[in-house]
């Protein structure tokens, strides 16, 4: 059973809805959660970060987390073809830096 | 802040070559950096944890005498990819982080092609 789980896509949205991005993980003992963007060809890059229970939000995007159901999302909102993308959502279950990946949810928001 | 540097971006080379790619971290120090590997559509995968001033520790099935690790300084990681074969083309990324439960940061990669 994969630690982090996500639905691999492709999530189709049509330009200026918001797209809903889903992430699971089984260790009850992790501690920070992360989305990543990764455009084709390209490295990672760090979108958004989550500690504690509730809503985050920054600009279009908005994490949320539910230690309890043990389930992280990500929402973006006013989608743009900008946005599409491969979204990697990482989980920290220690207290060093290692992360754990899940496989990513590939993104294609139409104009 | 946060920047890791990662040099070079683009390698190709001979079967046979030995190719070193280096991780910097610009704006911070880190004691432990991170390798991946990312073949084409497939998922990042962790190759090994880069620790200053001791042994790297390797996933499993990543051999240590071929790709060898150096984390000489809080600043500096080096993989040398040794005797590299076609089979090893990848794009290689590394990352680090700023501290303890912190995201990693990653590098814009390394495209290594060996002919």
């Known amino acids: 059973q994969k630690e982090v789980e996500q639905n691999s896509g492709p999530l189709s949205v049509p330009e200026g809805a918001i797209a809903s991005l889903n992430c699971t993980y089984s260790?009850?003992?992790?501690?920070?959660f992360f989305w990543y963007r990764q455009y084709s060809g390209k490295s990672p890059e760090l979108i958004m970060s989550?500690?504690?229970?509730g809503d985050k939000e920054d600009g279009r995007f908005t994490a949320q987390l539910n230690k309890a159901s043990q389930y992280v999302s990500l929402l973006i909102r006013d989608s743009q073809p900008s946005d599409s993308a491969t979204y990697l959502c990482?989980?920290?279950?220690?207290?060093?830096?290692?992360?754990?990946f899940g496989g990513g949810t590939r993104l294609m928001v139409k104009p | 802040g946060a920047v890791v540097s990662q040099h070079p971006s683009w390698v190709i080379c001979k079967s046979g070559t030995s190719v070193k790619i280096e991780c910097r971290s610009l704006?911070?120090?880190?004691?432990?950096m991170f390798w991946y590997r990312q073949f084409p559509k497939q998922s990042l995968m962790l190759m090994a944890t880069?620790?200053?001033?001791?042994?790297?520790?390797?996933e499993q099935g990543v051999e240590k005498d071929k790709f060898l690790i150096n984390h000489a300084s809080l600043t500096l990681s080096t993989l040398t990819v040794t005797s590299a074969h076609p089979e090893d083309s990848s794009f290689y990324i590394c990352?680090?982080?700023?501290?303890?439960?912190?995201?990693?940061?990653f590098g814009d990669g390394t495209r290594l092609s060996i002919l």
């Open positions: 990482a989980v920290n279950n220690n207290a060093g830096n290692m992360l754990t």
């Open positions: 260790d009850r003992g992790s501690q920070s």
């Open positions: 990352s680090a982080a700023q501290g303890a439960s912190q995201p990693q940061h």
């Open positions: 880069s620790n200053e001033g001791s042994k790297a520790t390797y």
């Open positions: 989550i500690y504690s229970n």
């Open positions: 704006d911070f120090q880190a004691t432990t």
